[in-house]
Every structure is written in structure tokens, then in C-alpha cells.
């Protein structure tokens, strides 16, 4: 397996634009988790699925972040309206029940 | 109230010089505790996991131990390329909630 997929890899957009992240999960893992990274933060957890159904969407910070999950190989995490302050890494990580979570590689989002 | 505390934030050690990072949790139901290993530019790469106190898992220089409130990731001569960010994480239903980390620098 390639491993969990994340694009785009780097992502700058102008403040007000919708911005879409795409994750495609490791075949056969029944839960998928975003995250999102900044220094001043650390790995926040903003929302995680099990069967293709969100569970806990309690780290989404605002209304301008929504997540979906229509299969089991792909997953978005859109925020519309962008701002300056959602600049951050966004990770996607899968697993299978309760065994280790596997990353992908991450999208660097910069909104100016 | 933060779930997961890891200790110290940064920690620089000379080649050879043996430490240990702490990793204190709150969760009354831990399902799981794992540790990460974070370089720049990347994913969080798994370590290790650990399910019950009195827990022990070794990878090379790695030894991580688990207690009823905390976990140690011990690291034993180190080498330049064990400079890292080291995370760890607690499952207390489905989720993974992880600490802020701590940055670990080995010099040569």
C-alpha cells in the first residue's frame, strides 16, 4: 500500500477562497482522523471518522470548517471562507480499531 | 484542562548522553498510549504502543515504559540522527489526542 495519500501537497490562496484538502486513507482501515499543526499549537485534533461516519467533531474550530467522508478511500476537509489564520500543516492519519495511526504527508496551507 | 502534557519541550543532549522524555496523561479510560517520532517536513511516524501499566516496548535505542498516570520514552546513546520531535498520543474512546512534543537535538 502507498501509504495514506494527502493533496495538495502546498496550498497558498488569497483570504476569502474556499480551500479543499483531499485524503485518501490506507486500504482496509475502518477510521480516519484530521489534524491540524501549527507551533503554536502542536497536533490538534479536529475531527475523526469510524466507518465513513464523523464521531467527534468538537475540534473543528468554526463554521467555515467542514469535513466529509462520502467512502471508505476518500475523505475532505474544506474551510470556506479562508483566513490568514488557518495557515497551518493539516494532516490526515487512517487506522485499523484500536492498532497505530498511520500519517500521510501533509498539506502546508499558507492563506495570505 | 490539557489531556496529554509531554515534558521537557526541548531537550539537547550530546552523542551518548542517555535521557528520558516524559509524557503525563489525565484520561480516566486509556484505551492507548503511543509514541511518535516527528522530523521537519513530514508526518508523524509511529514508535511504539502501549496498552497497560507496567508496559515495556524497545526499538534500538528507544525503551518506552508506561504507568497508571505517565509514560518515559528512554533513550539510550543517542546518535545525531534521534533528533526529532518525539509526540505521544492517548486513546481514550476512538480518538488519538496527542501532546505538544518535545525537540530533541543530538550533537555529534
Known amino acids: 500500500d502507498a501509504g495514506v495519500i494527502q493533496s495538495p501537497r502546498h496550498e497558498v490562496t488569497e483570504m476569502g477562497q474556499e480551500v479543499t484538502l483531499r485524503c485518501k486513507p490506507i486500504?482496509?482501515?475502518?477510521?480516519l482522523f484530521w489534524y491540524r499543526q501549527t507551533m503554536m499549537r502542536g497536533l490538534e485534533l479536529l475531527i475523526y471518522?469510524?466507518?465513513?461516519?464523523?464521531?467527534?467533531d468538537s475540534g473543528m474550530p468554526e463554521d467555515r470548517f467542514s469535513a466529509k467522508m462520502p467512502n471508505a478511500s476518500f475523505s475532505t476537509l474544506k474551510i470556506q471562507p479562508s483566513e490568514p489564520r488557518d495557515s497551518a500543516v493539516y494532516f490526515c492519519?487512517?487506522?485499523?480499531?484500536?492498532?497505530?495511526?498511520?500519517f500521510g504527508q501533509g498539506t502546508r496551507l499558507t492563506v495570505v | 484542562e490539557d489531556q496529554v502534557t509531554q515534558s521537557p519541550e526541548a531537550l539537547r543532549l550530546q552523542e551518548g548522553e542517555s535521557s528520558s522524555l516524559n509524557c503525563s496523561y489525565t484520561?480516566?479510560?486509556?484505551?492507548?498510549l503511543f509514541w511518535y517520532r516527528q522530523d521537519p517536513g513530514k508526518g508523524p511516524e509511529f514508535l511504539f504502543t502501549?496498552?497497560?501499566a507496567g508496559e515495556e516496548k524497545e526499538k534500538e535505542r528507544l525503551k518506552a515504559t508506561l504507568t497508571k498516570k505517565e509514560s518515559f520514552l528512554h533513550i539510550t546513546a543517542p546518535k545525531p540522527e534521534d533528533s526529532a520531535t518525539y509526540l505521544c498520543?492517548?486513546?481514550?474512546?476512538?480518538?488519538?489526542?496527542f501532546g505538544a512534543g518535545t525537540r530533541l537535538t543530538v550533537k555529534p
Open positions: 471518522f469510524n466507518n465513513n461516519v464523523p464521531i467527534d
Open positions: 486500504s482496509g482501515h475502518n477510521s
Open positions: 498520543a492517548v486513546q481514550e474512546n476512538n480518538d488519538m489526542r
Open positions: 502501549l496498552y497497560s
Open positions: 492519519a487512517s487506522r485499523d480499531s484500536n492498532t497505530e495511526a498511520f
Open positions: 484520561v480516566s479510560g486509556l484505551r492507548g
